[in-house]
């Protein structure tokens, strides 16, 4: 049985414009936390999400707000917010997706961990709810291709390779390089954008199938064991995916 963790989000506004957005946007998101700026404290509604008075300057708020959410959605100026998280970055891997709205609501903007983090996806269920654009900047987001490096994750697959091959085949694909996908395990639905899948990427069904002369990289769902000699092989060019026991 899959457990889904409900992410922590925290809706943060320091103006009242800003104020106003965030109070329209936590009446659709009753499970995210709305954290303003003492100043605005007084006139807040009664509403059923929790809140969270910031006092002092923002900055010294920030380091708080990053260690405890998953997903930040700040109604703050882009310039200002990146100015604010400067000090706090660590990783792709372990920075929360920072998001920022305008005071009018007609953009939502993922700043940081737009992609690992979830914040591009995020971007798009906000504007959604917004009657909003989200800005997208991420190659493979914009170019509607294959996600290289989170491929699989909503099925939890696990990616294994080395940085190295995960940054050189991710260019190979947003470039609209050819691509070998040989999948030979694992649920055959690992494709959920609307738009379809790039004629640049050809599917196998067998590893042995692929002329790798053929192909700049090759992404392989298996549960094949890979040897030294293919990885050596395809230096730079492979990523393999293992899905999970069971699942076909």
Do not use: C
Request: glycine share 6%.
């Amino acid at each position: 049985m899959t457990i889904l963790i409900q992410p922590r989000i925290a809706l943060v506004a320091i103006t009242k414009h800003g104020v106003a957005q965030a109070l329209r946007l936590a009446e659709q998101l009753p499970d995210a936390q709305l954290a303003v700026s003492e100043k605005f404290a007084a006139g807040l509604p009664t509403i059923g999400n929790t809140v969270e008075i910031l006092p002092g300057a923002l900055s010294a708020n920030m380091g708080g707000l990053f260690a405890r959410y998953d997903q930040l959605v700040l109604f703050i100026s882009l310039g200002a917010v990146v100015r604010l998280i400067a000090p706090h970055l660590k990783s792709k891997d372990e920075d929360p997706g920072v998001l920022v709205v305008d005071d009018a609501a007609r953009y939502v903007i993922p700043v940081l961990s737009g992609h690992v983090g979830g914040a591009n996806a995020y971007a798009e269920q906000l504007a959604a709810l917004l009657g909003a654009e989200a800005v997208l900047t991420t190659a493979s987001d914009v170019g509607k291709t294959i996600p290289v490096d989170i491929l699989g994750r909503e099925l939890s697959w696990q990616v294994e390779a080395p940085k190295i091959n995960i940054t050189r085949v991710s260019a190979h694909v947003v470039n609209e390089e050819p691509i070998a996908f040989v999948q030979e395990a694992g649920s055959k639905h690992w494709w959920t954008r609307p738009t379809p899948l790039p004629a640049t990427i050809r599917f196998f069904e067998r590893f042995e199938d692929v002329d790798l002369t053929h192909y700049k990289a090759v992404l392989w769902v298996t549960r094949r064991e890979i040897t030294p000699a293919q990885w050596e092989q395809l230096a730079e060019r492979l990523v393999v995916y293992r899905p999970p026991l069971g699942q076909e």
